[in-house]
């Protein structure tokens, strides 16, 4: 090997130079300087804003993904709440429908049983009150069976009222509830009398009259002093009936020439359909004879 090649400098390993401890000592006391000149005087500051700002956008960078992470559970949280919020709020309108239904019904109700009451305070005729417990299966005939029977006094022939008017008339009776024939049935009758002008007549049931059934006044003569509108009451002939109670008003009448008769409907004042509470009367004259069997067979009274 040519000697012009050799490296005269000494090795790097041989090299002599501070030692570690001298270079622990000598970055301690700088590191402490600086600490010491930064607490009273801010000397790095400006550096380290300058640092900050640098690594700012880097910062950021690596900040959205757990932003995003944060964002999307918070999204899906919120519409889970929003979602069982809804669940809990119609089950809530639910509730408080139920509740405002109850409310209504107690309502009629209770207005239905003051007026029966007022109704009672002025019958002079012994009244017993009961609850119409559903309608009789018989599809071609109108009736009702009401919560009082024998043992509660209840005789066959009783009229039947409602805080309108007449309901009908008792026309079976069994120990524990009661069948009710209604006006509209068509074997039902019952003597009426004219307020406006005072003539009697007898209405007779008519089951097929638009609005679920209604009424109709036979054999009156075509000139007959009746018009729409009059009100028609019990006349109190037949001894069945109380006089005075409403039973229904006139709503249209048909005169021709081509007959003798004029004829005349009518529309009872009484709920015929959904009636909840009645009152049930004693006949005027029990001891008439032929009316509880007359009764018992199905037909209203004859004036």
């Given at each position: 090997m040519p000697l012009g090649t050799l490296e005269r400098k000494a090795p790097p390993f041989m090299r002599q130079g501070p030692s570690a401890l001298s270079r622990l000592v000598l970055y301690s006391a700088l590191a402490l300087f600086f600490m010491v000149a930064d607490a009273r005087f801010h000397v790095t500051e400006p550096v380290r804003q300058v640092v900050a700002t640098v690594l700012y956008p880097l910062q950021w960078l690596m900040l959205q993904p757990v932003a995003l992470v944060q964002h999307g559970a918070g999204y899906f949280q919120s519409i889970e709440e929003a979602r069982e919020a809804l669940e809990e709020t119609r089950r809530q309108m639910a509730q408080m429908a139920v509740r405002a239904g109850a409310t209504e019904q107690l309502q009629r109700e209770n207005t239905q049983l003051r007026d029966l009451l007022a109704l009672r305070a002025r019958l002079q005729t012994p009244a017993l009150a009961a609850e119409v417990l559903y309608d009789t299966a018989d599809p071609f005939a109108r009736r009702v069976t009401v919560d009082r029977g024998r043992l509660a006094g209840v005789q066959p022939g009783s009229p039947v009222v409602d805080a309108r008017g007449v309901l009908g008339q008792v026309t079976r009776v069994f120990p524990m509830r009661s069948e009710v024939t209604l006006l509209i049935d068509r074997e039902q009758t019952i003597p009426v009398l004219n307020v406006r002008t005072g003539a009697r007549s007898v209405a007779y049931g008519d089951p097929l009259a638009s609005h679920g059934g209604g009424m109709e006044l036979r054999f009156m003569p075509g000139n007959a002093d009746v018009q729409e509108g009059d009100l028609l009451t019990t006349s109190g002939?037949?001894?069945?009936?109380?006089?005075?109670?409403?039973?229904?008003?006139?709503?249209?009448?048909?005169?021709?020439?081509?007959?003798?008769?004029?004829?005349?409907?009518?529309a009872p004042l009484a709920q015929m359909q959904g009636a909840r509470?009645?009152?049930?009367?004693?006949?005027?004259?029990?001891?008439?004879?032929?009316?509880d069997t007359a009764a018992a067979d199905g037909g209203g009274a004859q004036p």
């Open positions: 002939v037949d001894g069945v009936y109380p006089p005075g109670l409403q039973v229904a008003r006139v709503v249209h009448i048909e005169r021709r020439a081509d007959s003798t008769f004029a004829r005349i409907y009518c509470y009645v009152m049930l009367l004693r006949p005027v004259d029990q001891g008439e004879p032929g009316a």
